[in-house]
């Protein structure tokens, strides 16, 4: 159980993470409907680590096509701590 609680932490987390990117760049017509399922999925207590799993992966790549130079940008801005 302690595993599924850190997937779920880690979807969580890329949710606000996509949220915030949001604020300063455009989002496309799926972030929405991205951050909507992983909130669907971070609550469900039956879905399977695969599937919190492949969330994440969804979540963080919405991320990387809206903000590409998020993952490679070593700044410590905002709260990016989260």
Partial sequence: MEHNLSNRDELLGCIIGLSRVCSMHQKSDRTD?????????SSDMNLSDGTIQNTTFLIKSEKSKIAPMCETCAARWGKTWI
């Fill in 33 to 41: 409907l991205l951050i909507l399922q992983g909130l669907i999925d």
